[in-house]
């Protein structure tokens, strides 16, 4: 077992990495002084596959475990669908020594933690990702909320889950397309903070796509270490370091919006964007040719789509303008200076943008 811990003073968390444990789920929650009622969200997929793993690890350590199915998919990250859980909490009779588990992917881990901050004021909470994008990403770092039609993610706050347990046995149930957009994430944190990750990443590409023991348990662990030290350094991106976490993001929630969220993954959107990124980057003259070229066969050799066609530059713009970050007016991108260092800019060119949306 593999323990990380997230500094942020009295919000201080662990990740917990192991595999085969999510029945050790309920001592670990009894660990950290969790009591009484404990609400688990998740999908009917999901609850099938592990939810009477976990409700009996907790019933075993004193808690009453109780359900809260929620629909599958991009599309049900809704105010609508967060207005149901408070239906349900409050039909529970949840009180505020009460807590929620996220049981799932990254949907799910958004939804349940928006859901905790928001209900009686904040509840506690606990992340138990079941799929690798949520494991390295979502899970971990405190962004929760939902989507609008306008845009993703508009709607949140920024909420510390009180504990992360990720269970690496979890991904050997996981859709393939599943597990290739996580990879996507996991590319991001190579290129925006450590050069060595990303050479290890395209040395033992295959041992991962095969799903073998260590080398998940070190993608996954080293991916959580990059991310909370940088989440300890600007817990909600006030100093602007936490943008770097964006890379790709700019460019991926536009394709996820103007797609209406049911053709791409988010990770596959995110490697799209970051291959977008590194264009604009390169045609900005912040990076070589040759960092943009990395990037995309890394991705390509994943299995990856890192070209998009027909997308409109105005319309992307349009989307763009309603991103969280942007400033004054400005649209900020997340761009490569080299493997391993990233910048944030919002000194772009109009031309340069539109080149790299129409040569996609």
């Not at 009477?52 to 990250?77: C, H, M, N, Q, V």
Request: glycine share 8%; aromatic share 6%.
């Amino acid at each position: 077992m593999e323990r990380i811990k997230v500094a942020l003073e009295d919000r201080s968390y662990d990740i917990i990495i192991c595999s085969d444990c999510i029945k050790d789920t309920g001592r670990h929650l009894k660990d950290i002084g969790l009591k009484d009622k404990i609400c688990i969200v998740t999908n009917s997929k999901i609850n099938k596959l592990y939810g009477r793993k976990i409700t009996e690890s907790l019933k075993k350590a004193g808690f009453l475990p109780l359900t809260i199915l929620i629909p599958d998919g991009e599309r049900y990250k809704t105010l609508k669908t967060v207005s149901d859980i408070y239906d349900k909490l409050i039909s529970y009779k949840i009180e505020r020594n009460s807590s929620l588990i996220a049981l799932g992917g990254g949907v799910i881990g958004d939804i349940t933690g928006f859901a905790a901050a928001t209900f009686l004021r904040g509840i506690p909470y606990v992340q138990a990702p079941t799929t690798l994008l949520a494991q390295v990403d979502s899970s971990v770092g405190g962004k929760t909320g939902v989507n609008h039609k306008k845009g993703k993610n508009l709607i949140g706050a920024f909420y510390q889950p009180r504990l992360v347990v990720i269970d690496i046995a979890t991904l050997q149930s996981l859709p393939k397309r599943e597990f290739l957009a996580g990879m996507g994430e996991i590319v991001k944190y190579g290129v925006i903070a450590d050069e060595g990750f990303l050479n290890y990443l395209e040395e033992n590409l295959s041992g991962i796509l095969s799903l073998k023991k260590d080398k998940l348990l070190h993608i996954i662990k080293r991916s959580c270490e990059i991310k909370a030290r940088v989440v300890e350094e600007d817990e909600r991106e006030a100093t602007g370091k936490r943008a770097i976490l964006n890379f790709g993001h700019t460019f991926g929630h536009a394709i996820e919006t103007i797609t209406g969220y049911k053709k791409y993954k988010h990770g596959e959107a995110v490697a799209i964007g970051m291959v977008m990124a590194a264009k604009l980057a390169f045609q900005m003259n912040i990076c070589d040719v040759h960092v943009y070229l990395r990037i995309k066969r890394l991705l390509n050799r994943i299995g990856l789509q890192t070209e998009i066609q027909k997308l409109d530059s105005k319309e992307v713009l349009k989307i763009m303008q309603l991103d969280k970050k942007v400033s004054e007016g400005r649209i900020k991108f997340v761009l490569p200076k080299r493997i391993g260092e990233a910048i944030t800019s919002s000194d772009w060119n109009i031309e340069d943008f539109k080149k790299v949306i129409k040569n996609m």
